[in-house]
């Protein structure tokens, strides 16, 4: 196996990582207004994912950073070509961290409800958008023979793409009410799993629609395999929901995003950002890769620190494993505050 398959499956390692770990994030970002009632609620929500959210990010960075090292000719063609779908997405993670940080600054009922509704849209922006980015490299772009993107806004917001958006953003939305019947207790909880039934049927109407014609339009042999996967792990997560066992449900959740994101990557593979104009104008792992030496230190660098960073995050998990819920909240808030 060659260095460029090497970085085209750790690419998408990477990115399916993010999806499977920010997914939940994004969908109690997005759930913050159905399932919290008043303030201590909210922060209950918020508590459950503030010690993870921003290490979840970090396999974002990490992707976009090894895309640029291992293969600059497509990180170029995409971040240039998709320049307004990645600009909407960054500009709502920017928001969306920043509102985690200042929510808790003031006591003022509206100054919380503003940064309430900048950690909504900054969870639902991108959880629908990466939908859409990655549903046009499946399905291919307007690309010249100088590999730059000659199409339009309106060319990325095909149907195709849309559902892709649809797609990501009710799994993420279901990923996130499962990890909260996790992670909560009390009516939090009970309000959450509720929500995640509604969620599920969602998931596989849409989700379902979405993977079968990615397999019909763009699939391969083998990813009959990794489509079959996914709709197992919806339905596991379905039966899960209804029998109120909530490890197994988050585990069905999570197959069916980590099987949809590698469908996508194998049905591109060998092409990295395909040329809806002449297949001779695709980008592939051969001619976007950066030189043999260079693939060559940073797998030696990805073998030697991945395996630390990963068990410092589950780690991190185990850690913050306990549930919580309303109770905690407002016992936190009886605490006097030190004397100096």
Known sequence: MDGTTVWFIIIAFLWTGYFFLEGFDFGVGALLPVLGRDDTERRV?????????????????????????????WYASLFSGFYLPLLMVLLALIVRGVAFEYRGKREEPHWRRRWDRAIFWGSVVPAFMWGVVFANLTRGVRLDARHEYVGTLTDLLNPYALLGGLTTLTLFVLHGAVFLTLKTAGDVRARAARVAKVAVAA?????????????????????????????????????????????????????AIVCAVVTMFTALFPDVMPSTITAANSLTTTNAASSPYTLKIMTIAAVAFT????????????????????????????VPEPTR
């Open 45 to 73: 929500l918020l508590n459950a994912i503030g010690p993870v959210w921003d290490g979840n990010e970090v396999w974002f960075i990490v992707a976009g950073a090894g895309t640029f090292a291992a293969f600059p000719e």
């Open 203 to 255: 998931a596989i109407a849409v989700g379902g629609l979405f993977l079968l014609i990615t397999q019909l339009q763009h699939g391969k042999p083998v990813t009959w395999v990794t489509v079959a996967a996914a709709a197992a792990g919806l339905a596991g997560a379905a039966v899960a929901i209804v029998r109120g066992r909530d490890g197994w449900a988050f585990v069905g959740t999570g197959v």
């Open 307 to 334: 395996p630390l960073v990963v068990l410092y995050q589950g780690w991190t998990y185990w850690v913050f494993r306990r549930r919580i819920d309303a109770a905690h909240i407002r016992q936190a808030r009886r």
